[in-house]
Structure formats: structure tokens, C-alpha cells
């Protein structure tokens, strides 16, 4: 389903849906398969029955991240309180910190956060998340009468969400109610997968629609074009043997009753998801949602011209628009555009918020809608009614908008009516406004929770004081060293690009960067501060340290497609540090002879230490390869009983510094 519950996470369900069909053997084994609905009664009954502190804490923190996974906060809330209060550790008191802000406790989030930024001895990692929960309450607690919501009474147990204006009294909805085309259910949810359905608003009848667009894959996030000739939608599938992303789709009318077959709009990349497709006022020009590595990070907005007869490379919207973080489910109400983001200053999750196109070509500053529409759950797809002129006294628009503020929790469809206000006071002309943004770059190293140990759970970041920084800004160049707060501040130019290299005697080097091209002015607020983090590892000499995520097929050595990025991340590594000689390891599990496994495991890391010679043009003095066999597993448990995940863990791949 391509409700929001789905975003990254929906793409982690498609993934492990590919993998695993196994039956589910315990709530642990459900909650990983992402099968939530299927997790929560198995969980309930091993809670009952569990002996110790220590096994009620790991059960109740499993029961928190499935009634999460589920949208249902309250229940969230209280399970996460129950692991942490059973000595399960600092993951259950941050989901509860996170889960206490989704549900509007802003107050109480703030002070969690501030627990934790103590118990990891580092208040730097929390600071964000501490003055977002004060600028939250402070809104929540405004007067402010702008707005009236109500849910609509169509509303069903499963998620609705995302409305698009069809007919003259209708919605275009996606959910993943029953009637949904297709006989399974989505385990996740328990729920079918997702469809397109259309609303009668006079009546409030929810009917599949019927315009050929529904297939028992995941359909959702609509938009036409002008003329209804076109319909742009998002299709996430997982076909047998690949991994699943999410593609906006073309479909053609082909009678008033009915489009073609849908296509895949052509600029779109193998092994990235594109979503949130929506046609914008000049009926041209296509905005949507994508999680491109080159973007700023997270999901962003980009947009797309149709020009003679073919659609233009995709270009992502300004830094005033996107963010680190996910912008998603952009909408039109003539040259406004409104969207979603968990990346600006809001409420918790996603919040919407309003912005439109300066004549400079950038976007204007982001403007949160603020409570009511916006809560401390995930907002997005809000909609402005313009179908019929309002006549009611002092309303001067209606809409519609998803929220997940429920006691439940799940996605719902809102109806607003937005009044008049008195007019807000014009900002004082005579004195002229100095815009000034600041940068602050902050030098950091992780927190393990063994110290001594790089393998080991990461608790956060604190700051590096001491580091070297050299600061290059077009052909100027300077070094300096950040304070003890590992920190240096900087007054920077209009539309620049700077660049960041770090380093600090014990630790590997790193870069960063910022872009100030495109930044917004606003008169309300015309002293802005971003923000640059810039990560150092610390050296842990002759330390095997696990490469995540590369993995080789049954009796092979050669790199697969999957393993490559953290390949590449290793090379980045090795050309920002050149003085460093590493080895690569390669360990296999107990199945199988001695002998066998060496070999295969030579093979393996000598396949890695080759393509970072010949791909990535490292320097073959400085690789060295080692193949283990099975001779020093991870997890010592004997052959015949050790697990799939014991066997897992133990077929690994490795590298550690030797000089």
C-alpha cells in the first residue's frame, strides 16, 4: 500500500516480503517480517507468560514497535514506557520520547529527550529534537480560530488518505480497505492492499474506482492533468527475485469510462522511488517525491516539463523547500503549492506546510499551517475545494487533508473550512530589512555503547572539541580549529557553495559541504541558521570492524550489485585518508569443510580488495586480503543447533586499519 505508514518503511515490508516465507514462528520473528497486526496477539501472550525483568522489557519493547509499525500512538506510548521501565535501555525511552511527540505531548517529549541527551552523556544529540517539542507546544497552546476540521464520516478502520477533487461532489481516495482489488492481506496491517476509491460527498458511499487503474499491486497518490486525458499515480510492486521501489505511472484515457495500460514515466532510475505525482497550474509541469541519492536527503520535490512531446530531466526543488529530511505529497491550489514535511520546523512527523514560486525562480519560505490542520501525528495531502463558491458568512475556502491523529491512530480524510481573519499588520518599510544567515559546522564522533568496541549499538554523537577545519569557498582556503562545543560559526555568502574537511589526530578524516544557493529571505524572519555535521570515526587499529549489507550468492565470490555502495563508501573512506593500509576479512559459517570455507573466503575478500583496485582505483599497496574460513565466528554457537540469523551473523565480511 502506498498509504504513508509506507514511505521507507512500506519499501522494507516490499523487501522482506522478496526474502522470507517462512511461516512466523514467535512476535519476534513477525515484527521483523514487518507482519504487525500478526505480531501484537503472538506478542501479548509471550508477555504474559514471561519470567524475568529483562524478557518482559524486550517483549514490551517488541509490542511497542509493532503497535508503531500499526499507527496506534497511545498503545505505542505505554509499551515503550513498560520496556524502559523493565531494563531494556535507551532504544525504548527514545521511541517513547518520539512516540510521546507523534501523540502531542510536546511537553512531556521535551523532557524525555532531555533524559536522554544525559543518559548518553551528550545533550548535543537531542538539542533538535528538544527545541522542536518547545516551538511545537508553544503552537499547539495558541488561540488560533483560522481553521475548523472534522473527519469525514466515510472514514473506515483501515487508512484513508490522500484526497484528489473528482466530479463536482466527489473524492479520489486511496486506501487499503477490504474491497481493495486483490485476496491477501497486507500482514503489516492485516488490512488488503492498497486501491483507488471515489467518495460521494452529498452521500458519503465509498465505491472502488472504476477506471482500470487498480491491479492487486499497490496503487495510490493521484493526479489528472488538465483535462483529465492523463492520469499520473504512484505503483509500488515486488516482482519474484528483485527488490521492490515505488515508480509513478502514465495511463492514457481511452473512453470517458476508462485509461489504457499504464507505463512507467521514462526518467526514472533503477533503484530509486518515485512518488506523490502531481500536475502543476501551467498543466506542464509534473512535481513529485523522490528519494534520489543526489538530492538534499530523505524523499524531495522535484519537478519535470512535457515539452515537445517528451518529459525534461527531473530538477529538485530549492533548499526553501527541501530539506534533509522527507518533503512529500505536493499539491496545487493555483500557483501555491502545498506539501509535507518532517524536515522543517513542525508539529511531529509530517506537517504541512504552504510556500509558491518567486519571481527570482526560488520558492518562497515555507509556511506551516500550524494547529488544527497540523498535529503532532503525520499530516500531508491537503487540498483546496474551488469546485463550488462558498456562501457561508465568513468561510472563505473548504478542503480536505489526511491526518493520523486518531485514537486509533490510522490514516483519515479531514474536511476544513478556512474563515477569515483580520488582516495580518504590513511589515515597517521605512527601515530596510538585513537578511543574514549563519552556518554552524559542528565536528562530532560516535557514542558506542562499549567504547572499545566499533561493532557495538551506536547511542548517538557528541562533539569533537579540538578538530581541525578547512574551509574552502570558491579559490579561498583556511584552517581552523573548532571550539569545545565543536563548533565554528560562520556569516555566510548568498549563493555559494562551500566545502568542509575535517580531521583531528586518531580519527579518520571527513568532508562536508553546504550550498546557500537558493536559500529563501523572509521579511518575518530574516536571520536564518542552518546547520553542518561532519561525523569522524575513530581509528580502532587492527579492530576488525563488520562491512553492513554485502552479501554473495551460494558457493560464489564475485561483488554483487547490492554490495557495491558500501564498497564505495569504503573507498571514499580510504581516498579522504591516504596514509591508512587496511585489510579486508571474509568469514563464512560452520557449514561446510575447513578447507572449503578458507578458500571460499579467500576468494571473497580478494574480490573485494579487486574491485576497489580496479573500479575504484585504490592503490594496491594499501589492501591487503584474508580469508577466514570459519575459524573466528561472531556468534560461537554450536553447528548443529546455531540458527539461520546465527549462521547470518557469523558470514561476514570485514576490514580493519593495520597502519
Same mark, same amino acid.
Request: aromatic share 10%; hydrophobic share 35%; net charge negative.
Given at each position: ?207 472502488? %474506482?472504476?477506471?482500470?487503474? @487498480? !491491479? /492487486?499491486?499497490? $496503487?495510490?497518490?493521484?493526479? *489528472?492533468?488538465? +483535462? ?88 529538485? %526543488?530549492?533548499?526553501?523547500? @527541501? !530539506? /534533509?529530511?522527507? $518533503?512529500?505529497?505536493?499539491? *496545487?491550489?493555483? +500557483? ?324
Amino acid at each position: 500500500m502506498i498509504k504513508h505508514l509506507s514511505f521507507l518503511s512500506l519499501l522494507v515490508f516490499l523487501l522482506a516480503a522478496c526474502s522470507y516465507t517462512m511461516k512466523i514462528q514467535d512476535g519476534e520473528m513477525a515484527v521483523d517480517r514487518k507482519q504487525y497486526a500478526v505480531a501484537v496477539t503472538m506478542l501479548k501472550k509471550e508477555y504474559s507468560k514471561a519470567d524475568t525483568r529483562v524478557e518482559k522489557g524486550k517483549i514490551a519493547y517488541l509490542l511497542g514497535t509493532a503497535y508503531d509499525g500499526l499507527n496506534q500512538g497511545a498503545d505505542a506510548i505505554s509499551w515503550y514506557k513498560t520496556a524502559y521501565d523493565n531494563q531494556y535501555g535507551m532504544d525504548a525511552l527514545r521511541n517513547y520520547a518520539q512516540a510521546l511527540k507523534q501523540a502531542g505531548e510536546y511537553r512531556e517529549a521535551a523532557q524525555v529527550y532531555k533524559e536522554l541527551g544525559l543518559e548518553i552523556g551528550s545533550p548535543y544529540e537531542y538539542r533538535k529534537e528538544i527545541r522542536a517539542c518547545e516551538t511545537a507546544a508553544e503552537w499547539s497552546e495558541e488561540q488560533r480560530n483560522e481553521f475548523e476540521v472534522e473527519a469525514l464520516p466515510s472514514n473506515s478502520s483501515a487508512s484513508d488518505y490522500a484526497p484528489v477533487l473528482y466530479g463536482q461532489e466527489e473524492l479520489i481516495i486511496t486506501s487499503d480497505r477490504a474491497a481493495a482489488t486483490g485476496d491477501e492481506s497486507y500482514n503489516w496491517t492485516g488490512e488488503a492492499f492498497s486501491d483507488f476509491f471515489v467518495v460521494n460527498l452529498a452521500s458519503n458511499t465509498v465505491e472502488p %474506482l472504476q477506471l482500470g487503474l @487498480n !491491479t /492487486e499491486d499497490n $496503487e495510490g497518490t493521484l493526479s *489528472f492533468n488538465k +483535462d483529465q486525458s492523463q492520469v499520473f499515480f504512484t505503483r509500488c510492486n515486488a516482482p519474484k527475485g528483485e527488490d521492490a521501489f515505488c515508480k509513478i505511472m502514465v495511463s492514457n484515457k481511452i473512453t470517458d469510462g476508462a485509461y489504457g495500460p499504464a507505463t512507467p514515466l521514462p526518467f526514472q532510475e533503477a533503484g530509486v522511488n518515485y512518488m506523490h505525482p502531481a500536475m502543476g497550474p501551467d498543466g506542464k509541469t509534473l512535481y513529485f517525491s523522490s528519494n534520489h541519492p543526489d538530492g538534499w536527503g530523505g524523499f524531495d520535490i522535484y519537478s519535470t516539463v512535457f515539452e515537445n512531446g517528451q518529459w525534461s530531466e527531473p530538477k529538485i %526543488l530549492s533548499r526553501s523547500v @527541501n !530539506t /534533509e529530511a522527507d $518533503e512529500q505529497f505536493p499539491t *496545487f491550489d493555483q +500557483d501555491t503549492m502545498y506539501f509535507a514535511s518532517s524536515g522543517h520546523t513542525g508539529m511531529g512527523g509530517l506537517d504541512v506546510f504552504r510556500t509558491y514560486p518567486l519571481a527570482s525562480g526560488n520558492w518562497a519560505p515555507p509556511i506551516n499551517l500550524k494547529t488544527p490542520i497540523n498535529s503532532g501525528g503525520d499530516d500531508f495531502g491537503f487540498v483546496i475545494d474551488r469546485r463550488t463558491k462558498t456562501n457561508q458568512g465568513d468561510v472563505v475556502a473548504t478542503g480536505y487533508f489526511t491526518s493520523r491523529r486518531g485514537e486509533m491512530g490510522g490514516d483519515d480524510i479531514y474536511r476544513f473550512t478556512q474563515k477569515v481573519l483580520p488582516p495580518e499588520p504590513e511589515p515597517d518599510t521605512s527601515v530596510p530589512i538585513v537578511y543574514k544567515n549563519t552556518l554552524d559546522v559542528y565536528v562530532v564522533e560516535k557514542i558506542y555503547q562499549d567504547p572499545s568496541n566499533p561493532n557495538s549499538s551506536v547511542l548517538g554523537k557528541k562533539p569533537l572539541p579540538g578538530a581541525s577545519l578547512k574551509i574552502q569557498l570558491g579559490r579561498e582556503e583556511r584552517t581552523v580549529e573548532v571550539n569545545e562545543e565543536g563548533k565554528i560559526s560562520l556569516n555566510i555568502q548568498d549563493n555559494s557553495l562551500y566545502a568542509f574537511f575535517a580531521s583531528k589526530a586518531g580519527y579518520l578524516n571527513n568532508d562536508g559541504k553546504f550550498s546557500s544557493i537558493g536559500l529563501p529571505e523572509d521579511p518575518r524572519n530574516p536571520e536564518q541558521l542552518y546547520e553542518v555535521e561532519i561525523v569522524l570515526e575513530k581509528i580502532f587499529l587492527n579492530r576488525e570492524i563488520v562491512l553492513e549489507n554485502i552479501y554473495y550468492d551460494f558457493d560464489e565470490s564475485f561483488i554483487r550489485e547490492d554490495a557495491k555502495p558500501t564498497l564505495d563508501a569504503l573507498a571514499d573512506i580510504l581516498e579522504k585518508n591516504p596514509a591508512i593500509r587496511i585489510q579486508l576479512g571474509s568469514h563464512t559459517d560452520c557449514r561446510g569443510g575447513d578447507q572449503y570455507n578458507e578458500s571460499l573466503s579467500q576468494r571473497r575478500a580478494q574480490a573485494a580488495v579487486d574491485y576497489l583496485i580496479n573500479q575504484k582505483s585504490i592503490d594496491a599497496s594499501r589492501l591487503a586480503a584474508l580469508g577466514y574460513g570459519e575459524s573466528q565466528p561472531a556468534n560461537d554457537c554450536l553447528c548443529s543447533r546455531c540458527s539461520e540469523d546465527d549462521h547470518q551473523e557469523n558470514r561476514r565480511t570485514t576490514f580493519k586499519i593495520l597502519e
